[in-house]
């Protein structure tokens, strides 16, 4: 047998089965918030091999999880909404892109309602900023491009709700216990969505036509530990950090590494 840990990543890894079926590029709805950097590195690079365990490796297996228990209560059950888990959605938005999502569950109510839940392993602080950025928050661009997706692939539904569920890893401030937490999302219309997605996807195919590189995102989420400053932004969520041209020049592995318990 395998060593647990390398079956647990192969298991893990993100899977796109659109990228080899089409010659056009492919964006999907997670990618969505990200920088036009990161898009573009992404498509030019391919998706990145996880080489060790990490946030997304702990987001999957929770994923994994969550499909299984509503398996087995649909089956105990036999609710009356009609239940998908990891409803896959893909739509050709012009010549160029292709926009593909997975939604983590969709609950058809009847014909006309439906909702689409996101399950996210995360912590109270982002709760907080979802409060503050509202309907700019990546979580809440994602569903964005996922209720787009649904609706484009099912125009007779005509109400879609968009709910987040939040595997908090430390609910109680003092004791840092764990909690599930839900919560209603609005966000973008679908006007407002083809708006940021389409002006969003020109910068990038600006910058590919032209053979250049976008510039570094704006916020790389800097944070002081132990002394050091640290790009969490790259450091913790990001796979391109070995052929972004930018983090080269930024050498925070090393002072990450002298910062023991971050
Ligand atoms: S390594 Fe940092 S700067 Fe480079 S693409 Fe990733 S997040 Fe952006």
Redesign the pocket.
């Known amino acids: 047998m395998k060593e647990v840990r390398d079956i647990i990543l192969e298991e893990t890894q993100y899977k796109s089965k659109y990228t080899e079926e089409t010659n056009k590029m492919v964006i999907s709805a997670s990618m969505v918030a990200d920088?036009p950097?990161?898009i573009f590195?992404k498509l030019i690079y391919g998706v990145q091999p996880a080489t060790d365990i990490d946030e997304s490796t702990f987001g999957s297996i929770m994923h994994k999880g969550m499909e299984s228990i509503i398996e087995s209560y649909i089956e105990k059950t036999k609710p009356k909404e009609v239940i998908y888990l990891e409803y896959p959605l893909v739509h050709d938005i012009d010549d160029d892109w292709i926009l593909t999502g997975t939604a983590d569950m969709v609950v058809y109510e009847d014909d006309l309602n439906a909702h689409i839940y996101d399950w996210k392993v995360t912590k109270n602080y982002t709760t907080k900023m979802i409060e503050k950025e509202g309907k700019m928050h990546r979580y809440a661009i994602q569903l964005a491009a996922l209720r787009y997706l649904l609706y484009e692939n099912n125009k007779k539904v005509v109400d879609i709700y968009t709910h987040l569920g939040f595997f908090l890893k430390d609910s109680n401030k003092l004791m840092k216990v764990p909690s599930y937490k839900e919560a209603k999302v609005e966000t973008m219309g679908t006007g407002d969505f083809t708006k940021y997605l389409k002006s969003k996807l020109s910068i990038v195919m600006e910058h590919i036509k032209n053979a250049t590189t976008p510039p570094?995102?704006e916020d790389?989420w800097w944070r002081k530990i132990k002394g050091n400053n640290i790009?969490t932004?790259?450091e913790l969520?990001?796979?391109?950090?070995d052929v972004?041209?930018?983090?080269k020049g930024?050498n925070p592995r090393a002072a990450a590494e002298t910062a023991l318990d971050w």
């Open positions: 920088e950097l990161e590195l570094q995102g790389l790009p932004r790259c969520y990001c796979g391109y950090r972004c041209p930018y983090y930024m």
